[in-house]
Antibody, heavy 121, light 111 residues
Framework: EVQLVQSGAEVKKSGESLKISCKHS????????IGWMRQMPGKGLEWMGL????????KYSPSFQGQITLSVDTSVTTAYLQWSSLKASDTAMYYC??????????????WGQGTLVTVSP | QSVLTQPPSVSGAPGQRVTISCTGG?????????LHWYQQLPGTAPKLLIY???RRPSGVPDRFSGSKSGTSASLAIAGLQAEDEGDYYC???????????FGTGTTVTVL
């Protein structure tokens, strides 16, 4: 079975950079899209983007394009989400998840436990 | 602003049946894209509950069922239990946005 373990909570200041991780174990790392989602305090889920670990092909939500960078390191079966300059509005819980294929759209089948990012002004 | 709309909350007594609707449009559910459902219990990560409209992953009780028709979908929870309290989200793909979308979320309360 697939397991995703995310890095620990982060407290940063506006303008700082950050890279959080999602360690994958089990099968399918290079043959399954990995998606990232944001959940702001008390709010719903938002899809941020996805990456194919096999060749690092990425697709970003228009809402997050240019604001984040997704990457992977296949040698350690880990996916990353990074910011070059954080804003207070980036304060949220971030989830990674593997993606399974339905007949006509993908779903998020295995989820990490989440990484809480807190950014002070 | 999500393109998939859900009621903010639903409630029911233990043992009752509740349904949660997910209303989309012609560029997502109505275009034939699969609809999926997630359960998020308090303080935990979301969990896949229903995929491809009406399929249950291994381990999900058959009290949970999904359906889709036209531009909307529904999640039904039969025999409501206290452990079902939490937030529920629908999710699909939107071809106009060229991306994945989640519903606005519904909080289920067991009275």
């Amino acid at each position: 079975e697939v397991q995703l373990v995310q890095s620990g909570a982060e407290v940063k200041k506006s303008g700082e950079s950050l890279k959080i991780s999602c360690k994958h174990s089990g099968y399918r790392f290079t043959t399954s899209w990995i998606g990232w989602m944001r959940q702001m305090p008390g709010k719903g889920l938002e899809w941020m983007g996805l990456i194919w670990p096999g060749d690092s092909d990425t697709k970003y939500s228009p809402s997050f394009q240019g604001q984040i960078t997704l990457s992977v390191d296949t040698s350690v079966t880990t996916a990353y989400l990074q910011w070059s300059s954080l804003k207070a509005s980036d304060t949220a819980m971030y989830y990674c998840a593997t993606m399974g294929a339905g007949t006509s759209s993908y779903y998020f089948d295995y989820w990490g436990q989440g990484t809480l990012v807190t950014v002070s002004p | 602003q999500s393109v998939l709309t859900q009621p903010p909350s639903v409630s029911g007594a233990p043992g009752q049946r509740v349904t949660i609707s997910c209303t989309g449009g012609s560029s997502n559910i109505g275009a034939g894209y699969d609809l999926h459902w997630y359960q998020q219990l308090p303080g935990t990560a979301p969990k896949l509950l229903i995929y491809a409209n009406n399929r249950r992953p291994s381990g999900v009780p058959d009290r949970f069922s999904g359906s889709k028709s036209g531009t909307s979908a529904s999640l039904a929870i039969a025999g409501l239990q206290a452990e079902d309290e939490g937030d529920y989200y629908c999710q699909s793909y939107d071809r106009s946005l060229d991306g994945y979308v989640f519903g606005t979320g519904t909080t289920v309360t067991v009275l």
